[in-house]
C-alpha cells in the first residue's frame, strides 16, 4: 500500500506546517540537509526527505508521528547514515527523523553488566564512556553507528562469534509505534517467558515497525587478557578449513576475519603491515591469561593443519590496535585498489560447513565478472562481505555488478543461509526475501500491516511490494 | 474475542466428524484420555478439549488446522504436558493436538553444531541420540519436556547461565500458522538481517500464534572437562552476594544454583546428601582442564569471601549425576516435606542486582504466611522457584497461596524483574502480563489478532482479556 496514495490532499503541506510551528529552528527543508540525511554510501540513488526534525526526546517523537500520521506523511529514522541498503532513503518523501540529538547515556549498572542509552549513542561513545569502568559493549559494525540505528538493523561485526549480534545484546527497547504510542518491549531481567518477544521483533525491523529511541543493552566484563594475531594460509578454502574447525572444537574465540589476497595487498598498501600476499586469518582471544594463552595454543595446531603459517600472538595493546584498525579500515583499503571507483559493499552468511565452498565459488565469480572485489569477512559465523570496486557512472559495470549481488544472494540462500548476514534489508535487498522466506514473509506483512496500518514508517524498506 | 461466540452452530460437531473420518484411530473423544490431555500439573482446573488427535506430520497438523479454522473450532497443541501454567488447558474446548508422536530426529549436522528435530522429541531423547557424537543440548527444564514445548514457552533451566535459553538456541522453526499456512521462520546461518525474527516470535508464544512442528537447535560439544561441586553459606543473602560477584567477574561458570535452607534439608531427605542444613550454592564448571580448574579457583576465592564453606569440586561422573540429579528432584523432595500436599511451582526473575533482595522479601513473606515453601534457583540469571506446599481441597490456603502469588508476581516487576523467567504465562499468569508489560500488551494484541483473526490457537492463554 503506498502512502501518497493514502495522503490527503495538502497533507504534506499541513503536517510540516505543524512541524515547523513545534520544532522551530530543529525543522529543516534546506536541500543540503536533506540530501545528507538519506543514501549517500553506495550507488543507491539519493532519495531525500521532505523535511528534517532533529528530536531531543522519546516524547517529541512520539508527537512527530502523531502529526504525520495524522496526514499519512511517512517518517524516516536516521541516526548516522552508515547503513549501506539505502535504509535512510525517502523514496516517498516524508519525514527524516534525526535521532543523533538523542545521545546520553541515561545508566550504566555495571552490577548487572547492563546499560540504557539513547538512540543517538554511537559505539564508539559508549566505548570511551564505560572504558574507566572496566566494561565493553563488543559489537563493532564497520561505522561508529549508532546503537538505536545498530538495534534496528540487527547489526554485528568482528565479535559476534563470541559475544552475539544485536539480537542477543538488546536488553530492552523504547519505541514509538505508527499511532504515537510509547512502549517498552522488556524489563531488565536477563531473561523472561512472560509475552511476545517485541525487543527481537524490533531489532531488524529497519524503521519498518516501530522508532527505537533508547536501548539498554548487556555489557561485557574487558578481559583480564587479549590476545591477538595473524596467521597466513595458502588458499581460502584452507583459511575457512581452519575457521570451522576452531568453532567445532568450541574453542571460545573472540574474533576470527578472513582477508583474502586481494584484500591484504590492499591492507598492506593502506595499513603498511607488510604480510604476505596470501589468504589471511587475523585472530583475537578473550580471557584469563592461562585461558588466552591455551586458545592462542589450540588454534596454531589447528592452523598448522591447515598449512597456516606460524601464527605469532601479539599481546602488547600497540599491536593489537594496529591489526584491528587495519582490518576495520578495509573499506578504505579497498578504495586504493581501484582510485576514483566507488565501493559496493554486500554481504552474505551460509552454514559454516558451506563457507569455504560459498567463497571459493563466489571468487570464481568475481574472476569470471572481471570486477576487482576484495573478500573479507566474519568467518566464524559465516559470514562474509565482498567490496565491490564499481565506476557506477558506466552503465555497463553497474549491470555487471548487479547481477553479481543477485548471484551472491542467491547462492547463499540456496546453501540454506542468508542474503544480508548483517547489513540489512533495506531497499537494496528486498528483492530476495520472497526467495528466502516463502510464505514466512506473508507473516512478516501481516505484522507490518497490523502495527503501521497507514504505512507510514519508512516505507519502501525490507518488505518487497 | 471469544471463538465460542464466532462459532457457527454445529461446527464443533462438524469440525469433529471431520477430522474423525481424516484420522480414524488417531481421533478419539474419550474422556480420560480427554482428561490427561489437559492440566494435570497444579491446583488450574483440568479443562479438556472435546477431542484429542495424534498428529504424525507438519502437513496433518496444517490440514487439522484449516479445518479448525473453516468451524472455529480452538486448537491446543500438546508434547508432554509438563507446563506449569495451565498451557494445554482447554477453556473453550476444541482440539488438542497431541505431537508427542512426531518424534524423528530429523537431522543431527556436527560440522554446524546443529540439529533439526520434530516438535515431539523430548530434551532427554535428543541429548540420547547426541551423545556418541561428542554433543549435547544444554536447556534443561526440570522435567523431560518435548522441544516443540521448550520452544514454545521460551524454556531454560540449570545451564542457560553459559548456554542460554530456547530464545538463544533455537535457528528456525516449522510453524503452522492459523490458516494452515506452513512457513519456516528461518534459515540455517547463525546469523542473519534479512527481515523480522519470526523465530523468537514464536518462541514463547506458547502456541498462540502458531503451531511449532520442527525445531533446528544449535548444539555445544561435550566440555573436555567438567567439575562440580557445593558450597556452604550463613545465608541466602551470602549466596546470592557470592553469585552476583562470580557472574560480575565474567567466569564463564556452567551451571549456579541456589537451595535455601529448607530444601537442603528436603534434598538431605529425599537423596541423601548429607548436607548442612544451610543455603548452598550447587555449580558446575565446563571447559579444557585447565579452564575448569582455574574457573573452581576463582569460584572458591569468591565463595570464601562471602563466608561460604570449604568447596570442593567433583570431577568424577557419578559424584556429579548424583548432584545434579538431587537437584532436577527438588520438586518431589519438596513433596516429602508435607507428605499428601500438592506442589505448586512458580517462578520470578529479577535483574541480578536485585536478587538478594527480591529473595529475603520473597523469604519473610513465606514465613509469615506460613507456607512450606522451599526456594531454589537459576541464580545466575536472577532467577528463583518457590515451591509451595498447598493443601488444595483447603479453601484458605488456596487464597494464602494465591495472595502470595500475587505479591510475588509484584516484587519481581516492581524491581524491573518479570513475572516469569521460565514457566511461561499460560492461564496462571495473564493477569500481570498488563503491570509487566503496559501499553506493549496493546501492541501484542495487535499481533494476536492479525495472526490468529478468529482467535482458534490455544485462546484463553497468554493475553488478558
Redesign the interface.
Known amino acids: 500500500m503506498s502512502v501518497s496514495a493514502l495522503r490527503s490532499k495538502g497533507g504534506l503541506a499541513d503536517a510540516l506546517g505543524r512541524l515547523e510551528l513545534r520544532f522551530g529552528a530543529r525543522f529543516s527543508r534546506g536541500a543540503e540537509l536533506r540530501r545528507q540525511h538519506a543514501n549517500t554510501v553506495n550507488w543507491l540513488p539519493n532519495e531525500p526527505a521532505d523535511a528534517v526534525v532533529f528530536v531531543e526526546t522519546t516524547e517529541e517523537v512520539a508527537e512527530l508521528v502523531r502529526i504525520c500520521a495524522e496526514h499519512r506523511v511517512p517518517v524516516v529514522p536516521f541516526g548516522t547514515g552508515t547503513g549501506l541498503e539505502g535504509h535512510v532513503n525517502a523514496p516517498l518523501g516524508g519525514v527524516s527523523v534525526d535521532l543523533s540529538r538523542m545521545n546520553n547515556v541515561i545508566a550504566v549498572?555495571?552490577?548487572?553488566?547492563?546499560c540504557t542509552v539513547e538512540a543517538g549513542v554511537t559505539r564508539r561513545q559508549l566505548n570511551d564512556y564505560l572504558r574507566d569502568q572496566g566494561l565493553f559493549f563488543p559489537i563493532d559494525p564497520g561505522a561508529d553507528a549508532s546503537l538505536g540505528g545498530m538495534a534496528a538493523?540487527?547489526?554485528?561485526g568482528t565479535n559476534?562469534v563470541r559475544y552475539?549480534?544485536m539480537?542477543?545484546s538488546v536488553v530492552n527497547l523504547t519505541a514509538v509505534?505508527a499511532d504515537g504510542?510509547?512502549?517498552?518491549?522488556?524489563?531488565?531481567?536477563?531473561?523472561?517467558?512472560?509475552?511476545?518477544?517485541?525487543t527481537?521483533?524490533l531489532?531488524?525491523?529497519e524503521g519498518t515497525?516501530g522508532i527505537i529511541t533508547e536501548v539498554t543493552l548487556r555489557l561485557?566484563?574487558i578481559?583480564e587478557a587479549i590476545a591477538a594475531g595473524v596467521c597466513a594460509f595458502r588458499s581460502v578454502e584452507d583459511a575457512c578449513n581452519a575457521t570451522?574447525l576452531t568453532?567445532?572444537?568450541?574453542i571460545?574465540i573472540a574474533r576470527i576475519e578472513l582477508l583474502d589476497a586481494l584484500m591484504v595487498r590492499a591492507t598492506n598498501d593502506f595499513a603498511g603491515l607488510g604480510l604476505p600476499a596470501t589468504p589471511h586469518l587475523f585472530v583475537e582471544f578473550h580471557?584469563?591469561a592461562?585461558?588466552v594463552e591455551?586458545q592462542a595454543r589450540q588454534f596454531g595446531e589447528i592452523a598448522a593443519a591447515f598449512g597456516g603459517g606460524s601464527f605469532q600472538s601479539a599481546t602488547r595493546p600497540e599491536d593489537r590496535t594496529k591489526l584491528w584498525q587495519a582490518r576495520h579500515d578495509a573499506y578504505f583499503a579497498a578504495k586504493g585498489l581501484r582510485p576514483g571507483a566507488s565501493v559496493i559493499a554486500t554481504d552474505a552468511?551460509?552454514?559454516?560447513?558451506r563457507l569455504a565452498e560459498c567463497v571459493a565459488e563466489t571468487q570464481a565469480d568475481i574472476a569470471e565478472t572481471g570486477l576487482i572485489a576484495p573478500i573479507v569477512g566474519h568467518v566464524g559465523?559465516?559470514?562474509f562481505h565482498v567490496q565491490m570496486m564499481v565506476d557506477t557512472a558506466n552503465p555497463h559495470e553497474v549491470e555487471l555488478a548487479e547481477h553479481f549481488l543477485g548471484r551472491l544472494a542467491k547462492r547463499?540462500?540456496s546453501m540454506?543461509?542468508?542474503?544480508?548476514?548483517?547489513?540489512?534489508?533495506g531497499q537494496g535487498?528486498r528483492k530476495?526475501?520472497a526467495l528466502?522466506?516463502?510464505?514466512?514473509?506473508?507473516?512478516?506483512r501481516?505484522?507490518k500491516?497490523?502495527?503501521d496500518p497507514l504505512g507510514i514508517l519508512n516505507p519502501g524498506k525490507?518488505?518487497p511490494e
Chains 1, 2 share one sequence.
Open positions: 549498572r555495571p552490577e548487572d553488566l547492563d538493523t540487527r547489526a554485528s559476534a552475539g549480534t539480537r542477543d509505534m504510542t510509547i512502549i517498552h518491549t522488556a524489563r531488565r531481567a536477563r531473561k523472561s517467558s512472560a509475552g511476545y518477544d517485541l527481537r521483533l531489532v531488524g525491523s515497525l561485557s566484563g578481559p570451522i568453532i567445532q572444537s568450541g571460545p580471557g584469563s592461562a585461558s591455551e552468511c551460509v552454514p559454516i560447513s559465523d559465516g559470514n547463499a540462500i540454506d543461509g542468508t542474503c544480508t548476514g548483517e547489513h540489512g534489508v535487498k530476495y526475501l528466502e522466506h516463502g510464505p514466512a514473509l506473508g507473516v512478516m501481516s505484522i500491516a497490523a502495527l525490507v518488505l
